[in-house]
T-cell receptor, first 113, second 114 residues
Framework: EPEVTQTPSHQVTQMGQEVILRCVPISNHLYFYWYRQILGQKVEFLVSFYNNEISEKSEIFDDQFSVERPDGSNFTLKIRSTKLEDSAMYFC???????????FGPGTRLTVT | AQSVTQPDIHITVSEGASLELRCNYSYGATPYLFWYVQSPGQGLQLLLKYFSGDTLVQGIKGFEAEFKRSQSSFNLRKPSVHWSDAAEYFCAVGTNTGGFKTIFGAGTRLFVKA
């Protein structure tokens, strides 16, 4: 069964550095999402992406964040200048057209030191 | 605004006992409801979902949930808990805005004692 994959599984970076988190969604998915989960807290919506555009973004998704689907397969989340509070697990998700179920990847744990 | 409330931060049950995890949602339209399970350090696994039809839905690992529109609830149940069920459980609602984002509750951590 196809799965969403994410790389790396764990990323450690210094404050102020740029990071790119990568996701490979399931091939027939058309809607893509990023969520984050700070340790011990709930999963929070960051952004949704469809047809190469952001559909919706949360208050968390400020100018330091960006998403793109550069080559039709990868879906990336970039944080330009990381802060300590960006430390979290980041989940990618995707869904097919006309369905409501999102398929989540295993997550990337980002640690900002 | 859409929201999901899980009133129990943690619950402890004995192995073999029954389990019910509570979930209440706030959403103006027909809700699309989910339960996910997360083991420590792991990703999110979908247990079950409700979109329409029969209000009692069956999921994986012997779990079921019942949608009650009048109570805005979607409680998760299991008749007999196994030690391997110890994990964090998240109730979630899918919205029909923003390309259908998912809003999660704060989670309930389940402890299972022998």
């Amino acid at each position: 069964e196809p799965e969403v994959t994410q790389t790396p599984s764990h990323q450690v970076t210094q404050m102020g550095q740029e990071v790119i988190l990568r996701c490979v969604p399931i091939s027939n998915h058309l809607y893509f999402y990023w969520y984050r989960q700070i340790l011990g807290q709930k999963v929070e919506f960051l952004v949704s992406f469809y047809n190469n555009e952001i559909s919706e973004k949360s208050e968390i998704f400020d100018d330091q964040f960006s998403v793109e689907r550069p080559d039709g397969s990868n879906f990336t989340l970039k944080i330009r200048s990381t802060k300590l509070e960006d430390s979290a697990m980041y989940f990618c998700a995707g869904r097919r057209q006309a369905t409501y179920e999102q398929y989540f990847g295993p997550g990337t744990r980002l640690t900002v030191t | 605004a859409q929201s999901v409330t899980q009133p129990d931060i943690h619950i402890t049950v004995s192995e073999g006992a029954s389990l019910e995890l509570r979930c209440n949602y706030s959403y103006g339209a027909t809700p699309y409801l989910f339960w996910y399970v997360q083991s420590p350090g792991q990703g999110l696994q979908l247990l079950l979902k409700y979109f329409s039809g029969d209000t009692l839905v069956q999921g994986i690992k012997g779990f079921e949930a019942e949608f009650k529109r009048s109570q805005s609830s979607f409680n998760l149940r299991k008749p007999s808990v196994h030690w391997s069920d110890a994990a964090e459980y998240f109730c979630a609602v899918g919205t029909n805005t923003g390309g259908f984002k998912t809003i999660f509750g704060a989670g309930t951590r389940l402890f299972v004692k022998a």
